[in-house]
């Protein structure tokens, strides 16, 4: 099974602040990777699929980066509606999600 | 526009069945390359993927809970369905349905398992 690592796990930040959410995955996943935002008491919601691909009507500031095993999601200017959980999600080889960086205003 | 949402008993005890229904508009699970997937999450914690069933009815399943999962689809009803048996205290969680790789999610349901 592919593991899904994210760090941190509890990340305080400013409004505007550029912000950096990690996930590594244990094996190679190529770029079959996507991006969650889970608001309090919301289902998740897609932000990036594919590594770096925006979801239709996510705003620019959000993007994706990375391959094989290192990946990153990046927030260009932190605004308050952003705080939320984001989670990683894997599906080279089965589905596993990431166990979630909790995003909160500083 | 893709919708999607959950029914499901709210409550049941430990050793039954759980029978979920993903009611869905907006695709077709007839149509080439779709997919549901069933997603939970407990309390607090993460998201553990379930089952995806495909437009060819090819289905595939969490290994560490295989043996007590069971997905299905209606297309003629836009529905799709999962059954876990034997649920446990610990399966207590909201359960959400998907859309293709995850694409779109429904609101999602809360089951409850207590004696």
């Known amino acids: 099974d592919i593991q899904m690592t994210q760090s941190p796990s509890l990340l305080s930040a400013s409004v505007g602040d550029r912000v950096t959410l990690s996930c590594k995955a244990s094996?190679?996943?190529?770029?079959?990777l996507n991006w969650y935002q889970q608001k309090l008491g919301e289902a998740p919601k897609l932000l990036i699929y594919y590594t770096n691909s925006l979801q239709t009507g996510i705003p620019s500031r959000f993007s994706g980066s990375g391959s094989g095993t290192d990946f990153t999601l990046t927030i260009s200017s932190l605004q308050p509606e952003d705080v939320a959980t984001y989670y990683c999600?894997?599906?080279?080889?089965?589905?596993?999600f990431g166990a979630g960086t909790k995003l909160e205003l500083k | 526009q893709v919708t999607l949402k959950e029914s499901g008993p709210g409550i049941l005890q430990p050793s039954q069945t759980l029978s979920l229904t993903c009611s869905f508009s907006?695709?077709?699970?007839?149509?080439?390359?779709?997919?549901v997937g069933w997603i939970r999450q407990s309390s607090g914690k993460g998201l553990e993927w379930l089952a995806n069933i495909w437009w060819n009815d090819d289905k595939y399943y969490n290994p560490s809970l295989k043996n007590r999962l069971t997905i299905s689809k209606d297309t003629s009803n836009n529905q799709a369905f999962l059954k876990i048996t034997n649920m446990d205290t610990a399966d207590t969680a909201t359960y959400y349905c998907?859309?293709?790789?995850?694409?779109?999610w429904g609101q999602g349901v809360m089951v409850t398992v207590s004696s």
């Open positions: 094996q190679n996943i190529y770029k079959y």
């Open positions: 999600y894997q599906y080279n080889s089965g589905y596993t």
């Open positions: 907006g695709f077709s699970l007839s149509t080439y390359g779709m997919c």
């Open positions: 998907a859309y293709n790789n995850f694409d779109y």
